[in-house]
């Protein structure tokens, strides 16, 4: 079978805040169609990891290509390249004063410049999928949390990104919203979707994942298969961390 090809690959990326190394030496490839797990303990920078695979924070050293391109590149169009690396955050960043649909078409009628009708078709067709059509021409303050967050998703893969990057959406959901937002990502899997994902959900990471990586204090220590990493971590580290989650 041939290998798929790499989509993003890092190389010795190093982040500082002040004095602070918050990542040392990130290697990683992330293929195209991978489903990429990152956990570990907060703090260890899993979530700053994902910024500045977005751009969102600015690197120290290290290089970052995205499709053959160095991220690290002075001249490089961010508003370019995050229309194909998607992000959806812990909190929704939903405007308010849009109803569902008007949220969604934004960025591709915008940013875009796509005709409104194609993209209103594609929208409203995500929308069905994720259960939510009926409510397009809500107001986020008449939306649950769940539903919420569900909207962020619909609204970030109609810019037809190449990657999704996921910074802990469940994080701030009660337990009963969680399951609808993890289906959504579960059901982008099985689409092969290339997806970078950071959560503290483990029984929803061993079923998404292709690859887990397990980060503590700015470096990787682990990358393996989701059975390996579950069932048999290398480190002492990793077994203590699962040994939280009563792994």
């Known amino acids: 079978m041939q290998d798929k090809e790499i989509l993003i690959k890092i190389n010795n990326l190093q982040k500082q805040f002040k ?4 990542l040392n030496g990130i290697n ?6 991978e489903v990429v797990v990152i956990l570990g303990p907060s703090g260890c920078g899993k979530s700053t990891l994902l910024r500045c695979l977005n751009g969102l924070e600015t690197i120290q050293g ?6 053959n391109k160095s991220l690290t590149d002075k001249n490089i169009n961010w508003q370019e390249i995050r229309q194909k690396i998607g992000m959806v955050f812990q909190s929704y960043e939903l405007f308010p004063h849009m109803t569902v649909i008007e949220n969604i078409l934004l960025g591709p009628t915008k940013v875009q410049k796509r005709d409104k009708n194609e993209v209103l078709k594609q929208a409203e067709e995500l929308l069905n999928k994720v259960g939510l059509l009926d409510r397009k021409n809500s107001y986020p303050r008449e939306l649950s ?11 970030a893969l109609c810019m037809n990104p190449e990657i999704m990057l996921f910074d802990e959406v469940t994080a701030s959901l009660d337990p009963e919203m969680v399951r609808e937002v993890l289906e959504v990502i579960l059901n982008l899997a099985k689409q092969g979707m290339t997806m970078v994902i950071v959560t503290h ?17 700015g470096k990787i220590c682990e990358a393996s298969s989701p059975k390996e990493f579950f069932t048999k971590p290398k480190t002492e580290r990793a077994k203590q961390f699962l040994n939280i989650f009563q792994y």
């Open 28 to 33: 990683l490839n992330i293929k195209k169609g």
């Open 145 to 155: 949390g769940g539903q919420k967050q569900r909207i962020a998703i619909v609204r």
């Open 62 to 67: 290290g290089d970052i290509k995205f499709a």
């Open 201 to 217: 959900e483990m029984n929803f990471a061993e079923a998404v994942a292709d690859k887990i990586i397990f980060i503590d204090n």
């Open 19 to 22: 004095e602070k190394n918050v």
